[in-house]
């Protein structure tokens, strides 16, 4: 019994202990005067080799002599603070990236760390030291989604590589503060590198990536992440990346992000992914040889168990207990970082108080992202609805859902509001509004007899609210109702839905509203075929409801844009397991894809003219300034995604895009109102990569566009503004 002490006291109890201990000396570790390395050393000096193994364990336990308390470093925090205490819920990550807003992204990753730490001082304030309940936050996944059945696309902000590197770069320095010696938060970049599913297969899955696709596609946001906005931590995943396991990959771990980009801060691996070192990717034999392999490559952190055999593998010769050292290092640092080892009041971030944990103001913030994600795909002039209408008639599957505003990785609190409360809150008094569900989510009605159709086609609007939810989409175990591990490798929406969906339109001229939910590109041809109007919503949060019938009903525009491209069918893709880029996403799609990259609709009208260089020519030490008009001629005040795209002109025997994305900026525009957008192209953006991974400045002609959506006839025929554009040459 008395070995388990340790594990039982409570914190402020081995804080009391601490301090009462230190009545005459302070220890080196926990003195705030000394240089960091040197407490850092100091607590590593008085830990036996089974202590520090420990302490590199997710649930790191008490050390009562010590006065340290247990310590959970397993923190999840993607769309607000999750699995833990009540806290905001913002729209999915996949809904931020819709908004293409990085100064958006940053103020609500610092609502989430103001709620974190909010949250951590109510929980140690009385002695709860408990899973989740940590300050190091496993998030942004900044995976690029590839292939649309990934399950867990939706936890990303797309398939663009610059869109995530800049909205990722925010909501790292959101989540982290600015304070020159301590850490808001700890932010993690995952899911380092290369990952993307199939879900079902990943622990044992190996990614083959060319080193074009590698520079080009899957690492510049965790480059960006490291260098720019200086993330704490980084997660190695569960798969391999050619032939080694992402949490034993030399290449990845030591030669790119240690020695190539300097990263600083520690390396976690993701949950149970040592386990599969022996079990999935059978590199080693046993478990301590997957402890060795992991902390030589660079592991500091196992989310697990393995490290528990750290000792065994020192006794073995297959480490020096200097190595343990070293990787305990880099870990204690972020949490000296955080100021765990500095006493209360000793962060500026200590006083934080439950006040602010779903606040007024955070719920407005809520809002605001969802009314910013949520994309108008289609709309024959049915919106806006007038809201003093004599009846509207509200039916669908997520109607109702709270799962529809959630996603996954998400928090919980009592005000959730959904699409039919935010419907039924906004309709004038006089006017009715009927609901019915209609239809299940995913399979027929066991009852046949249908009063909804008939009676929706009764009103002067029907507002069906159609799609999926995180049981059919997302991570392996949590999709409870997926028959794929959490992967969406049907492509279509439920039959069921679509066959609801021809019933309220056979025979009838009312206007229907389809409001789809979900978090991956969809098959909606029949959705966009039926409907007067198509609204996507991804997974809006706890605002969601409220922000779609200020959409609905024209209290603002929608101008959430595409961070994905909706191909027609997944015929249209390669295969699932390739993870070559030819033919994936809008940069290398040469179909004609359902929904285009970028795209998305208004209440405004929007125009481009005018685009300029300040030099047409430029050459190798040159930038390039690029300037061009939009002007919004529609009748309502509305915001717009303004995009630059390149083109350079394609050469034998290379892999070049068809378009990329180079910057963006939202701007709003009063009725009739225009402004000039300025953009700085750099040498860098202009630059190419090369089947080596080297980038190079290419010569020659490119073709420069700015526009509010991917410069392709399927954006024209749908809808989209035709974008202004000319040649720059690089010289």
Not at 316 to 343: C, H, N, P
Request: aromatic share 8%.
């Amino acid at each position: 019994m008395t070995s388990k002490l340790p594990f039982l006291l409570p914190g402020a109890a081995l804080w009391a202990l601490s301090f009462a201990a230190q009545a005459q000396t302070t220890p080196v570790f926990r003195d705030v005067k000394q240089p960091l390395s040197a407490r850092v050393n100091d607590l590593i000096k008085q830990l036996s080799l089974e202590e520090k193994a420990q302490q590199m364990l997710d649930q790191s336990p008490a050390i009562a002599r010590l006065g340290i308390p247990a310590y959970s470093w397993w923190n999840e925090a993607l769309h607000g603070v999750g699995r833990s205490a009540p806290a905001t819920v913002f729209p999915q990550a996949i809904g931020l990236g819709a908004t293409f807003d990085d100064g958006l992204a940053l103020r609500e990753a610092t609502a989430i760390s103001d709620e974190a730490r909010a949250v951590y001082n109510a929980a140690i304030a009385k002695n709860h030291y408990v899973k989740y309940g940590g300050l190091t936050f496993w998030t942004p996944n900044i995976n690029i989604f590839r292939d649309p059945r990934w399950g867990r696309g939706q936890e990303t902000y797309g398939e663009d590589p610059i869109l995530t590197s800049r909205m990722g770069v925010a909501f790292v320095r959101g989540l982290q503060g600015d304070d020159p010696k301590y850490l808001k938060v700890a932010a993690c970049a995952k899911h380092y590198a290369v990952h993307s599913g199939p879900e079902r297969l990943r622990h044992e899955f190996n990614a083959e990536a060319s080193p074009q696709d590698l520079r080009e596609t899957y690492l510049p946001a965790f480059k960006a992440l490291v260098q720019d906005a200086k993330v704490e931590a980084v997660m190695c995943a569960y798969n391999a990346t050619n032939g080694e396991p992402c949490c034993g990959n030399e290449f990845l771990l030591d030669q790119v992000l240690r020695k190539e980009w300097g990263f600083r801060g520690h390396v976690v691996s993701d949950c149970g992914a040592l386990d599969d070192l022996y079990q999935g990717h059978k590199t080693v034999k046993t478990k301590t040889e997957a402890a060795a392999l992991a902390l030589s490559r660079g592991v500091d952190l196992n989310c697990g168990d393995t490290y528990t055999k750290l000792p065994e593998a020192v006794r073995q010769g297959l480490l020096k207990e200097t190595q343990v050292d070293s990787a305990l290092a880099i870990l204690l640092r972020t949490r000296f970082k955080l100021g765990l080892f500095d006493g209360p009041s000793a962060t500026p971030y200590d006083k934080l108080g439950p006040e602010v944990v779903n606040s007024a103001a955070h719920r407005a913030l809520a809002r605001e992202v969802a009314l910013k994600s949520v994309v108008l795909l289609k709309n024959n002039g049915a919106l806006p609805l007038r809201p003093d209408l004599g009846k509207y008639f509200v039916t669908g599957p997520n109607a109702t859902s709270v799962e529809a505003l959630l996603g996954n990785y998400y928090g919980v609190n009592g005000q959730m509001s959904t699409i039919l409360e935010g419907l039924v809150s906004a309709v004038q008094p006089g006017s009715q509004i009927e609901y019915k569900q209609g239809a299940l989510l995913d399979r027929p009605n066991i009852n046949p007899i249908d009063w909804t159709t008939g009676e929706a086609k009764q009103a002067d609007a029907i507002i069906v609210v159609l799609g999926i939810t995180g049981v059919l989409e997302g991570e392996e175990g949590e999709s409870i109702a997926s028959a794929h591990a959490g992967d969406h490798l049907d492509y279509d929406l439920p039959q069921n839905q679509i066959d609801f969906l021809k019933k309220l339109r056979q025979g009838s001229k009312t206007p229907i509203i389809a409001v789809v939910t979900g978090g991956s590109p969809m098959n909606l041809a029949q959705v966009h075929e039926l409907a007067d109007a198509v609204l996507l919503t991804w997974y809006p949060g706890e605002e969601g409801g409220n922000a779609v019938a200020d959409l609905v009903f024209g209290k603002a525009s929608p101008s959430g844009k595409l961070p994905v491209t909706f191909p027609k069918s997944l015929a249209q893709l390669p295969a699932y397991e390739s993870y070559a880029m030819a033919g994936r996403t809008y940069r290398y799609l040469a179909a004609e894809p359902m929904y285009p990259f970028g795209f998305g609709l208004s209440y405004g009208k929007f125009g481009y003219s005018n685009l300029k260089f300040a030099k047409a020519k430029i050459g190798k030490q040159e930038s390039a300034e690029v300037t061009a008009t939009v002007t919004n001629s529609g009748p309502v005040a509305a915001d717009e995604v303004v995009q630059l795209y390149l083109t350079h002109p394609p050469k034998a025997g290379a892999q070049t895009p068809l378009f990329a994305l180079k910057n963006f900026q939202r701007v709003t525009l009063q009725p009739g109102g225009s402004t000039q957008v300025k953009f700085t192209l750099t040498l860098a953006q202009l630059a190419l990569i090369g089947k080596d991974g080297a980038a190079y400045a290419p010569r020659g002609p490119v073709t420069v566009y700015v526009g509010g959506s991917l410069p392709s006839a399927r954006s024209l025929a749908l809808g989209a503004a035709r974008p202004a554009s000319a040649l720059l040459t690089i010289k």
